[in-house]
């Protein structure tokens, strides 16, 4: 394996704008949307339900428009510790810097007493960044996990990393030998840097970086589609109550299995297996959504199909709508770029 991938950049997001749509009442439907959130006359939830039924991108969120992240030579640490906390393709674009300020998040304010939402654009990632998200989403393994064991990794020589040199600004590739010799700090704002570990903690390296292909090596998964929230927005639902990922054919195993556990928690449905299958399936026999070919094919439909399909293949077990939504955005976008041979 080349071990050297200092002068590797990435791929260059810098001048990806939102696409406009070719419907000019689509865009006035989404910009109308945008406005009606900021005047907290809807929700942004509500906001991304009605543009997806409408078969618009997310409203917060550009589509991912470049090369799989599995497939850039290079990591920053924000991204690799993303890879290690999550184990999701999704969760380390978030932190890809070219494409995480293409991105934005609502903030609830209140003008003159009236609430509504700002758009806030997201910043250059940081370690403080991914320490936040985990501790309010399920994670494979915690921030502080992740760090511990990243930095074991490399002294132990399975994982080479590289970093700018503080003196010349160079990329250096950091050998085991070497790290032995510094330490991994986080400053206050977040921001990583390698330390000397006998000399005051003197900063000698800063923006570090890793191979994906080692990364992803050691820290394997089965499921790297995974997106980074579970789903529904509070981790108290996440179940502990997980349905089996089996074959359809035995539901009523799967649902007895499920009967015994606490209630008031929802069930982990099987998203990346069964009902991604499902979905998949039903996307291919459709095509895309668009109006002029069948206006009866909307992303509404396609929820309330799988959502049937949960209740009969569980016996009546099925996720929330919103819950729902968000996994048929993400088949959906999956389809695309299928579709699209990327």
Known sequence: MDRRFDNYVGFDFSQMERLKTRDQDEEEFREDLLESVKAGEITPDDAEERAFDRGLDSLATPSWSGPSVLDLRAWSIEMTAAWLVWRSKRAVQRFYNPYRTLCFEWELVNNGGTKGYQPMSLGPASLADVRAKAS????????NDAVRNLWDRVQGGVVIGSALSVKGDEFKTISAAESATLKLHIND???ACLVDAFRNDVVRYHTVTFSAAE????WASDDADRPLELEEGNVADAAELQVEQEAPQQPRQVAREAAPQPRGRRAAFPWD?????EALRMLDYHGDFNPADDPAWRPARLIDHLLEFCGTTWEGLEPSRAAMTKYVRQYHEEFRQLRAGI
């Open 189 to 191: 704002e977040g921001q």
């Open 136 to 143: 309010s989403s399920k994670t494979r393994l915690s921030f």
């Open 215 to 218: 990364i992803v090596a050691v």
């Open 273 to 277: 297996t069964i009902i991604r299958a």
